[in-house]
């Protein structure tokens, strides 16, 4: 069981927006974004921790329904830098970062 | 400051031979986490980790592999007698805090099992 992120995979070009979804089937209790270029590492975007909760920074923005069970990320003005496979992860225990579960991730490909 | 550290970065290993991979947290952080990524994939929690104490292993397989963090030194992840499916990138990451608290990972380490 983990949180399911959609779509699989986004193409688009420069300049235009995306929104990533990641919904679970358990109460979200935070909800913590992550991007990963190819044969990198998992790099920290943003974590949402209450019901409600917008955070942004630069063009890269998320919210966060603790009642719908779910999380979205928005990209507006995609850069080719944006490109990259996003996850989001949250703590599948109550509280907690114990076994985080992280979506299968979503391909993000910015052409010029 | 530095960063979450791993090594090796790539490993290459036979059939039945082990395993270590290595993590050192980043300063001042004492929670470590374990994640394996198959290609293509999402990151598959392993283990949680504090000083000299395994939190959570309950995405560990049973058999062959182990975790550790020592009071010195860094975190290790020991697979014994490893097998071609256990090829995959590990990464490992660290908190401040175990609650819900930003989790770095390190570059992460690519084993090769031949």
């Known amino acids: 069981q983990q949180p399911v992120q959609s779509p699989q995979a986004v193409i688009l070009r420069e300049g235009e927006d995306a929104v990533i979804n990641c919904s679970s089937s358990?109460?979200?209790?935070?909800v913590h974004w992550y991007r990963q270029k190819h044969g990198e590492a998992p790099v920290f975007l943003m974590i949402l921790l209450k019901g409600g909760e917008q955070k942004g920074h630069d063009k890269i923005s998320a919210s966060f329904n603790e009642k719908k069970q779910q999380s979205s990320l928005y990209l507006t003005a995609s850069q080719l830098s944006y490109s990259g496979t996003y996850f989001c992860?949250?703590?599948?225990?109550?509280?907690?970062?114990?076994?985080?579960?992280f979506g299968a991730g979503t391909r993000l490909t910015v052409k010029p | 400051n530095a960063g979450v550290m791993q090594n090796p970065r790539h490993l290459v290993r036979r059939r039945g031979q082990e395993a270590r991979l290595r993590c050192s947290p980043m300063?001042?952080?004492?929670?470590v986490y374990w994640y394996r990524q198959l290609p293509e994939e999402g990151l598959k929690f392993m283990v949680y980790l504090q000083k000299e104490n395994i939190i959570d292993e309950s995405g560990m397989p049973k058999e062959r592999f182990s975790a550790e963090f020592p009071k010195e030194g860094p975190s290790i992840l020991r697979i014994q007698q490893v097998v071609r499916g256990d090829s995959a990138a590990y990464f490992c990451?660290?908190?401040?805090?175990?609650?819900?608290?930003?989790?770095?990972f390190g570059p992460g380490t690519r084993l090769t099992v031949l």
């Open positions: 990451a660290s908190s401040l805090s175990g609650g819900p608290d930003t989790q770095y």
């Open positions: 300063k001042g952080h004492s929670h």
């Open positions: 358990k109460a979200l209790y935070s």
């Open positions: 992860g949250t703590p599948w225990g109550a509280y907690n970062n114990n076994d985080m579960r």
